[in-house]
């Protein structure tokens, strides 16, 4: 049965900045507790069900009316997930799935990248106007160097700002649609919900899988994105769900955060059955706590500096053509001399820094304690 849930508009949607504003925590931790936390670097599931009794969470289909063939990975692999799978995800719905995938990298542009998250590989970058690639020349288990370049003649593509001692590197994303952003997100989140909740997301299941609700219910697909600079990096990506303690409370009853290269990713899981009475035209919005970003005992001069801000992702068209852009911090004098690296030899040579004339930087990322 489907909700009567037309534009649930979610409200207070704010920025938040993890000054650990006690208000703000104050307010999310009086309305929500933690139900479930994973690592994907410790779960390990070892005692899979024999393919012909496994069952599709999302289809509810089973053996031999779909298949099982495939790893399916509870958190997408592309963000660095290898240990975390699960055996309830059949060949059918992993294939939708894996396109929502897609959208997701194409969404992350060049991080992954940068950052050498390996999913069956660390991925090539190349910018979709074709003005920058990206991709690693040197790795071990301490230091990535990554590099990247220009074409098309010396183009607008890197902008070397020597008051704030930056570099600022331009690229177009390739195209994405929105949802399935935020439907990617909901796949791992309904992953691993507390089995004891499922009955209740059964529209969730429907509304993952097919396209034909998406226009009808909309305005619940804002994610909250935390952001660290790229010196900063999970060791592997985490998942965790918070659910609100009074199920009275005209909240959205779950809260999904998942921790993964450089970002914290926030949405709201809608659909959940003991919800349907706040979904109504008449109820008016669903209000929205959103969790401030959580880095355990770390302190913050460890984790560097962090915007956070929200995204509409209820769009059902494909965006081309979003340009992002990366800074990379440099030392005072890298803009008074260059220095030139022999690829064959490693041979050092020096002259004077020339922004015009650089079509290539190499990026080294070292890996500290």
């Known amino acids: 049965m489907e909700p009567d849930m037309i534009n649930a508009t979610v ?13 703000m925590a104050d307010k999310f931790f ?26 599709c969470r999302f289809c509810h289909k089973k053996s031999p009316y ?34 929502y995938e897609n959208d997701l990298a194409n969404y992350l542009g060049i991080v992954r990248t940068v950052q050498s998250v390996k999913g069956k590989k660390i991925p090539k970058f190349k910018s979709a106007d074709k003005k920058l690639s990206a991709h690693v020349i040197k790795e071990d288990e301490i230091t990535n160097v990554v590099e990247f ?11 070397f700002d020597k008051e704030n001692k930056q570099t600022i590197v331009k690229y177009t994303k390739a195209p994405y649609t929105p949802l399935h952003v935020y439907k990617a ?31 009808k219910f909309s305005g619940f697909a804002i994610l909250i994105r935390s ?7 999970f060791p592997s990506p985490t ?13 959205f009853s779950h809260i999904f955060l998942l921790y993964a290269q450089n970002s914290i990713f926030q949405i709201i899981m809608p659909f959940y059955l003991k919800d349907r009475a706040f979904y109504t035209p008449t109820s008016g919005p669903v209000d929205t706590i959103w969790c401030p970003p959580l880095f355990g005992n770390k302190s913050l001069s460890q984790i560097g500096p962090i915007s956070s801000l929200s995204f509409n992702l209820n769009g059902t068209e494909k965006i081309y053509n979003e340009i ?44 500290i304690e």
């Not at 298949?67 to 294939?95: I, P, T, W, Y």
């Not at 370049?149 to 902008?159: D, I």
């Open 185 to 215: 997100l909901l796949k791992m989140a309904l992953s691993v919900v507390d089995p004891k909740h499922l009955p209740d997301y059964n529209f969730a299941f429907e509304f993952l899988r097919t396209k034909k609700h998406d226009e």
């Open 324 to 367: 992002e852009s990366i800074k990379i911090q440099a030392l005072g004098e890298d803009f008074e001399i260059s220095k030139i690296i022999n690829k064959e030899t490693g041979e050092i040579t020096e002259r004077k820094f020339d922004g015009n004339k650089i079509i290539g930087i190499d990026l080294m990322m070292r890996q």
């Open 30 to 55: 009086n309305a929500y507790h933690l139900e479930t936390e994973e690592n994907c670097a410790v779960v390990q599931i070892s005692e899979f069900k024999d393919r012909k009794d496994r069952v």
């Open 239 to 251: 998942v965790m769900i918070f659910r609100k303690k009074d199920a009275n409370a005209k909240l």
């Open 66 to 99: 779909v298949s099982f063939h495939k790893n399916a990975h509870v958190v997408s692999e592309m963000l660095g997930n290898k240990r975390f799978q699960s055996d309830f995800e059949c060949d059918d719905c992993n294939a939708i799935f894996s396109r």
């Open 227 to 233: 952001t660290m600079s790229l010196t900063f990096q």
């Open 149 to 159: 370049r220009r074409f098309e003649g010396l183009n607008e593509t890197f902008e």
């Open 11 to 23: 409200i207070n949607a704010h920025y938040y900045y993890p000054a650990y504003e006690q208000e």
